[in-house]
T-cell receptor, first 118, second 112 residues
Framework: AQKITQTQPGMFVQEKEAVTLDCTYD???????LFWYKQPSSGEMIFLIY??????QNATEGRYSLNFQKARKSANLVISASQLGDSAMYFC???????????????FGTGTRLQVTL | ETGVTQTPRHLVMGMTNKKSLKCEQH?????MYWYKQSAKKPLELMFV???????ENNSVPSRFSPECPNSSHLFLHLHTLQPEDSALYLC???????????FGSGTQLSVL
């Protein structure tokens, strides 16, 4: 079974509007971490936001927020006030088990391509 | 931060060739990673190095051979590859006290 599921292959949003990118995950661990990365056409993956499984508040980083619903095992990314530069692939990822403080082993989803239009 | 550099950006090789991908990080990180990104598939973790020691080999075929001579450099040596090995190969690094991965722009590999 897939550990990370992103059901939206592509999304369109108008500039200045908000958009939600879906992510569901599957793990039996109590301790885990959830991440979102952005990959523009240049290829480089860029870290956006992190949510720990024990964090009670939803994570926010500027225009990015993570809508964490633990019981539903979902970790949706919300981008507010979309900009043309937000057009990219977006990947949800998970680290299962507690972080050991050495290397970060992540499992990624298949990604969602977001296109911001005028 | 764009402190992870990968070369070459593009590589075309025949199945009998031997080539190497290079990754260099200028961030002072202690962990380095190779990921494979194929079309319409999730990123696959291939290898992890922590303080130059390999800590993860994710059942990668032996035609891929990693080398980490120091904490700043990571190589992926390729030989007798198959067409299905064509993909974007991404290098990443991280520091032990943070889970944030910093990626390079990748090497787009085509195997003919």
């Amino acid at each position: 079974a897939q550990k990370i599921t992103q059901t939206q292959p592509g999304m369109f949003v108008q500039e200045k509007e908000a958009v939600t990118l879906d992510c569901t995950y599957d793990t039996s661990d109590q301790s885990y971490g959830l991440f979102w990365y952005k990959q523009p056409s240049s290829g480089e993956m860029i870290f956006l936001i992190y949510q720990g499984s024990y964090d009670e508040q939803n994570a926010t980083e500027g225009r990015y927020s993570l809508n964490f619903q633990k019981a539903r095992k979902s970790a949706n990314l919300v981008i507010s006030a979309s900009q043309l530069g937000d057009s990219a692939m977006y990947f949800c990822a998970m680290r299962e088990g507690p972080y050991t403080g050495t290397a970060s082993k992540l499992t990624f989803g298949t990604g969602t391509r977001l296109q911001v239009t005028l | 931060e764009t402190g992870v550099t990968q070369t070459p950006r593009h590589l075309v090789m025949g199945m009998t060739n031997k080539k190497s991908l290079k990754c260099e990080q200028h961030l002072g990180h202690n962990a380095m990673y190779w990921y494979k990104q194929s079309a319409k598939k999730p990123l696959e973790l291939m290898f992890v190095y922590n303080f130059k020691e390999q800590t993860e080999n994710n059942s990668v075929p032996s035609r891929f051979s990693p080398e980490c001579p120091n904490s700043s450099h990571l190589f992926l040596h390729l030989h007798t590859l198959q067409p299905e090995d064509s993909a974007l190969y991404l290098c990443a690094s991280s520091q032990g006290d943070s889970e944030k991965l910093f990626f390079g722009s990748g090497t787009q590999l085509s195997v003919l």
